[in-house]
């Protein structure tokens, strides 16, 4: 955990607590439904968090995921999040992939379109 704090001009940044990736045993997203930073990493203590937001969140989430399936390969809890954005092959879980996000959306929507537009006979 670091702190972080401005002097003047320049950022200061302080370790203020580490814990290793092989004592966490479960990170709780504590609602997967609505759109909230907050989370709860369960070591030795559970520990309250909160992400700069929901994407941040799941970032870091989708992180320790990958650095634990790398490194450790232990059975690690990740509850109370959305399955589908913390799938790395979903196409709604990565930033990088609005695009293609906002596409599904406009295909589907013509799609609509059209059928309204059509004439039943």
Do not use: Q
């Amino acid at each position: 955990m670091v702190k972080h704090w401005r002097v003047d001009r320049e950022e200061k940044y302080e370790i203020i607590e580490k814990w290793f990736l092989k004592d966490l045993e479960m990170i709780d997203g504590k609602e997967a439904d609505t759109d909230n930073p907050y989370f709860d990493m369960h070591f030795h203590k559970v520990y309250n968090m909160e992400a700069y937001s929901c994407a941040s969140k799941y970032t870091f989430a989708r992180t320790l995921n990958k650095l634990n399936a790398m490194y450790l390969k232990k059975d690690f809890k990740i509850v109370n999040f959305d399955d589908t954005y913390l799938n790395d092959d979903s196409i709604w879980s990565s930033s990088n992939r609005d695009f293609l996000v906002v596409m599904r959306v406009c295909f589907y929507a013509s799609n609509l379109l059209c059928l309204s537009l059509c004439r039943l006979s």
